[in-house]
Structure formats: structure tokens, C-alpha cells
């Protein structure tokens, strides 16, 4: 007997993420992860919950210490919190109660296209609107294209731009029957969030990561503000025990751990300046970016896409329309950057 398959699947292609060598002496700038470790409190509270005993224990299903500390600092009711397992599983849940077949997401166009891959998944179609330079700002068609939900990464990889909050609220003023998701993965590198424009609207839903400035990518946690009637529904369909009992106490650390991850964000921003004037300076052009990465352009970004390989250092190569002329860079430690630029040098005769 021959198993038959979801037909979507015939046409379904998979997101495909960076690249994770099982080679410890590759440089990775390629996947935008944190280069520093966590707090030393999230330590604490891995090993403080295996001294327990407890892993043979379900854990809490709905992340209740961690959903209360969330809505205590953000000002907003536990009731419109979700945790997932990733920002990622979140996104997919949105998509799972709002879209079916011949349904529409619409996007910006380079973004995060797991975007796409999603709306794939329920058999829904996605509308693309490109952006252009110089700015990178949202065209005027965003706001009026017809869709279920539009995805607005804020900041926006590949290239980080910025949109104001003020320019978000129009767009979610602009169709009150559109859900517009804000990801938020790289928000605390830009020092600003739409988590506020959640209370006054309920077609409005802010996702955020512990991947990125809390550096707990290996943990999967993330999780979405939203008014609770649509929370209510996404309760609905994520697994029983979506978060393990680990994350969970890890990731309540590092939210707790303030003034660590301030530190961390700071430096970061700080050597994404020195980058970005490096990489001017050799001639790339570099959109300005408000994440823990940068999008350099220069024609040959394939070839040093692959040299740079060669010398064990990964950046990303998308290998995709209006992107490659460019290799999206994530901000490493001070040193990663030297080494980076030393090697893009001596590629290029400088040394």
C-alpha cells in the first residue's frame, strides 16, 4: 500500500536556514546569532532545574512564571501572551488559525520568507511587495493590498531597516480586518517596539525571540502579544507541552536579567557601527540596519560569499531575486569583526 501525502506538499518548498557546520572552527556570522553567552543567572537556572529532578515531569503548559513576568514589564494583560517554542512556532500557529486554501499573506519583499513557506503550508498564496532603496520604506501598496494577514519584520532582515511605529499603526489602521504581524525577532538592537499599539488593536500581533539578544538560540523560546481573543485561539491548537521545562526557567533568567542584556546589546551596536563604516570604507554598500547584522553589497558577493567559506568564515549568500548582489553579515565579537575584515582584505590584495 503507498502512503498518500498532503498534495500540498507536491509544491511545498522547505525553508532552508543557515548553515550550521558540525566544524567548531568555523567562524559563523552567517545566522544572526548572539556572540556573547547568556547571563550567568540563566546558567544558574539550567542547572538549578536538573539538581531538581523534575525532567520526568511534564512541564507547565502554559509557561504561567514566565507569561507573568512578560506582561508585568511590558504592561499588558498575561491573557495576551503566548510562549512558543521559537518565535518560528508562533508564526506558524498565527498562520494556522487564520489561513486555508486560496487564502492571502502578503509581505515586504526581502524579508524573512519562512513567511512564505507558511502560508504554503495551509495552501494559502503570497502577495510579495518589494522595497527599494534608498530607505528601504514601505511602499504605498502594502497598505492597501487585500490579504488575511501581512508579515512585517520590524527590523527587517536581510537588509535591518526600521519602520516607526507610527508607520505601523497606519498599517494596521488601514484594513481593520487584516491581521498584521509585527516580528519583532531583532527589536531589542533597535530600541523599538509596537507592543504598545496592541491594547487599541485587536488586528495587531507583536512577536518576539529569546534567539537573538538573549543569546538562548539552542533553547527555542519566543512568544506573541495580542489582544487575548486572538491568544485564545492559538491556545487552541499548540502542542500540550510546547516549551520544555528547561527553556522556560532559562528563558525566565534571562528576561529577569536586565542590565546584563542592555550590555550586551550595547556592544553589539556598537561594533555593528565600527562594521558597517569598515565595510564603506572597502567600497560594499551598506543599508543602514537597526539589527545584529548588516547586508553588504558589492557584485562579486557570491565568489566572497564562497572564499570567505573556504577560509572557514560563513556569512549568508542569498541566492534570490534583488539579493544577490549582497552577503547579509551578523555582528560578532570584536575580534570576529577583525578577523572578518582581515580576511576580506587579504582576498581582496590589501595585506
Known sequence: MTMRFNSILDSLEAYV?????????????????????????????????????????YPDPISLDLRSAIAERLDVPI?????????????????HALLWSGETIAMLYPTYVLYRTLAAMFGARCVEVDVSPPDYGIPERAFSVKS????????????????????????????PQRLVVVDEAYADFAGSTAISLVKRYPNLAVTRTFSKCYALAGLRVGFVVAAPELISQLYKLKDSYNVNR????AA??????????AEIVRRICETRG?????????GFDVPTSSGNFVFARRQDAASLYRALKERKILVRYFDARLLQDGVRITIGTDDEISALLQAIDELDGRV
Not at 491573557?79 to 498562520?95: A, K, P, Q
Not at 508579515?151 to 488601514?174: D, H, K, Q, S, W
Not at 525566565?252 to 542584556?261: H, I, P, S, T, V
Not at 565600527?274 to 572597502?282: H, I, N, T
Open 148 to 175: 488575511q494577514i501581512f508579515f512585517l519584520a520590524n527590523p527587517n532582515p536581510p537588509l535591518g531597516t526600521l519602520y516607526p511605529v507610527e508607520v505601523i499603526e497606519e498599517m494596521v489602521r488601514a484594513q
Open 17 to 57: 536556514p543557515g548553515e550550521q557546520p558540525r566544524d567548531s572552527k568555523y567562524l559563523k556570522l552567517n545566522t544572526n546569532e548572539c556572540p556573547y553567552p547568556p547571563a550567568p543567572a540563566v546558567a544558574e537556572a539550567i542547572l538549578r532545574g536538573l539538581r531538581e529532578g523534575t525532567l520526568n515531569k
Open 252 to 261: 525566565l533568567a534571562a528576561w529577569m536579567a536586565r542590565d546584563y542584556y
Open 79 to 95: 491573557e495576551s501572551i503566548l510562549v512558543g517554542n521559537g518565535s518560528d512556532e508562533v508564526l506558524r500557529l498565527i498562520c
Open 274 to 282: 565600527r562594521l558597517v563604516s569598515e565595510l564603506r570604507g572597502r
Open 246 to 249: 528547561i527553556s522556560q526557567a
